[in-house]
């Protein structure tokens, strides 16, 4: 998979840009403040309708503009194809191949995206919402189903909570709506819950198998899914809904107290563990760093695996955060197989240790002036 061509209009500090790409890695160099973060934001933000910097899809449109838009062609292997997001004050519109899509499903997954940002070294060491999102973003480009059974639950909480709060103060006394409310709950949570930890355990393969490689066998890197539903259940979704239904009967008159939902696919965390041992408790910030690496790029192989295509990376001034052995792991990782778009102040990091030759297009205050191949 490869993104031949990149149109942005009104989008964070570019008025308008226009820019084709011809070689498998993309060196956007610059200064800080001039728009590079802005580009790659732009192409993962085509992909997934949604920013990895923000939650107010307001602040991509230019100050003072009404609309902004993203276009990009997606070449596969037997063919390609345009992709457009739209975004408004009144919402977003997507098309592909020009047909206007309905649903998000049918959007999210022509282009798929891996963004490494020196943030995302925190996956490790970061706070549980960190790691879900992780989750719910990385499973949603290769699984429509789970992306809308995702998009149903997070509906269903947030009117679950509304109506605890509500019985709490006594604005409603109808328990038996709760009831309709958790039974629907339970419903899409299972799938989700069941569906992450499927990933899970297909990330960890991929996974290990780079980080043994990274610290020469000396470290086995695991990964654990863990759930604030008891119990192992994960191989059946009627097993999953009945722990799940169980869980949410003993928690409910804590949850009328608290005014909110305390289990589910909300609640739960990841664990990552080298020689079986929790890097985030126990682990150096090496340990931590590499760990995350090895996570990042097992995605490549995974949607490979899940695909048939190879994503497009992202790498978003992640160099000057790696040391040099990283580095070198990373770069081997990706050169020759994975079309690579990524940032940087200064060339002496990346170009060197590279055994393509790359595409340079340096960036200015939002205007790309100049490209040197």
Same mark, same amino acid.
Not at 34 to 42: A, D, H, P, R, V
Not at 82 to 93: A, D, H, Q, V, W
Not at 247 to 271: A, C, F, M, N, W
């Given at each position: 998979m490869r993104l031949n061509n990149l149109h942005i209009k009104n989008f964070r500090n570019y008025d308008e840009l226009l820019v084709d790409f011809h070689k498998n890695v993309v060196i956007f160099l610059g200064e800080n403040a001039q728009g590079k973060t802005n580009l790659l934001e732009s192409i993962y933000t085509l992909a997934l309708t949604r920013s990895h910097r923000t939650n107010n899809e307001q602040e991509l449109i230019q100050w003072e503009k009404d609309q902004s838009f993203i276009k990009g062609n997606i070449q596969k292997k037997y063919t390609s194809v345009p992709i457009e997001l739209f975004l408004t004050k009144k919402g977003r519109k997507t098309k592909v191949n020009h047909m206007e899509q309905k649903k998000l499903s049918s959007y999210v997954g022509q282009l798929n995206v891996i963004?490494?940002? $020196?943030?995302?070294? @925190?996956?490790?060491?970061? %706070? $549980?919402?960190?790691?879900? /999102?992780?989750?719910?973003?990385?499973?949603?480009?290769?699984?429509?189903? *789970?992306? *809308?059974? @995702?998009?149903? *639950?997070? /509906?269903?909480?947030?009117? +679950? =909570?509304? !109506?605890?709060?509500?019985?709490?103060?006594? /604005?409603?006394?109808?328990?038996? !709506?709760?009831?309709?409310?958790?039974?629907?709950?339970?419903?899409?949570? %299972?799938?989700?819950?069941?569906?992450?930890?499927?990933?899970?355990? +297909?990330?960890?393969?991929?996974? =290990?198998?780079?980080?043994?490689?990274?610290?020469?066998?000396?470290?086995?890197?695991?990964?654990? !899914? +863990? @759930?604030s539903i008891p119990g192992d259940h994960w191989n059946d979704e009627q097993a999953v809904k009945k722990a799940y239904t169980q869980e949410i009967e003993k928690t409910k008159d804590k949850e009328r107290l608290r005014q909110i939902t305390l289990v589910g696919p909300h609640r739960d965390d990841l664990s990552f563990l080298i020689n079986k041992k929790d890097v985030q408790t126990f682990g150096s910030q090496g340990q931590q760093r590499t760990a995350a690496l090895s996570v990042k790029l097992a995605e490549i192989d995974l949607i490979k695996e899940e695909t048939g295509e190879y994503p497009v990376l992202l790498l978003d001034d992640v160099m000057s955060e790696l040391d040099d052995s990283r580095q070198l792991h990373l770069l081997e990782t990706i050169e020759g197989k994975v079309q690579t778009f990524l940032t940087t102040t200064t060339l002496k990091q990346v170009k060197d240790k590279m055994s393509v030759e790359p595409e340079i297009f340096y960036i200015n205050q939002g205007q790309l002036e100049g490209e040197d191949v």
């Amino acid at each position: 998979m490869r993104l031949n061509n990149l149109h942005i209009k009104n989008f964070r500090n570019y008025d308008e840009l226009l820019v084709d790409f011809h070689k498998n890695v993309v060196i956007f160099l610059g200064e800080n403040a001039q728009g590079k973060t802005n580009l790659l934001e732009s192409i993962y933000t085509l992909a997934l309708t949604r920013s990895h910097r923000t939650n107010n899809e307001q602040e991509l449109i230019q100050w003072e503009k009404d609309q902004s838009f993203i276009k990009g062609n997606i070449q596969k292997k037997y063919t390609s194809v345009p992709i457009e997001l739209f975004l408004t004050k009144k919402g977003r519109k997507t098309k592909v191949n020009h047909m206007e899509q309905k649903k998000l499903s049918s959007y999210v997954g022509q282009l798929n995206v891996i963004l490494f940002a $020196p943030e995302d070294l @925190s996956l490790v060491k970061g %706070s $549980p919402q960190v790691r879900r /999102k992780f989750l719910d973003m990385e499973i949603a480009q290769i699984d429509s189903v *789970y992306l *809308y059974e @995702s998009t149903q *639950y997070q /509906k269903i909480l947030k009117q +679950r =909570n509304q !109506y605890l709060k509500q019985l709490a103060e006594h /604005k409603q006394t109808d328990k038996l !709506y709760l009831d309709i409310l958790s039974e629907q709950l339970t419903d899409h949570g %299972s799938k989700v819950l069941l569906a992450r930890q499927q990933f899970v355990k +297909r990330l960890e393969f991929w996974a =290990n198998q780079l980080h043994q490689k990274i610290t020469q066998s000396k470290e086995e890197l695991t990964i654990e !899914y +863990r @759930s604030s539903i008891p119990g192992d259940h994960w191989n059946d979704e009627q097993a999953v809904k009945k722990a799940y239904t169980q869980e949410i009967e003993k928690t409910k008159d804590k949850e009328r107290l608290r005014q909110i939902t305390l289990v589910g696919p909300h609640r739960d965390d990841l664990s990552f563990l080298i020689n079986k041992k929790d890097v985030q408790t126990f682990g150096s910030q090496g340990q931590q760093r590499t760990a995350a690496l090895s996570v990042k790029l097992a995605e490549i192989d995974l949607i490979k695996e899940e695909t048939g295509e190879y994503p497009v990376l992202l790498l978003d001034d992640v160099m000057s955060e790696l040391d040099d052995s990283r580095q070198l792991h990373l770069l081997e990782t990706i050169e020759g197989k994975v079309q690579t778009f990524l940032t940087t102040t200064t060339l002496k990091q990346v170009k060197d240790k590279m055994s393509v030759e790359p595409e340079i297009f340096y960036i200015n205050q939002g205007q790309l002036e100049g490209e040197d191949v």
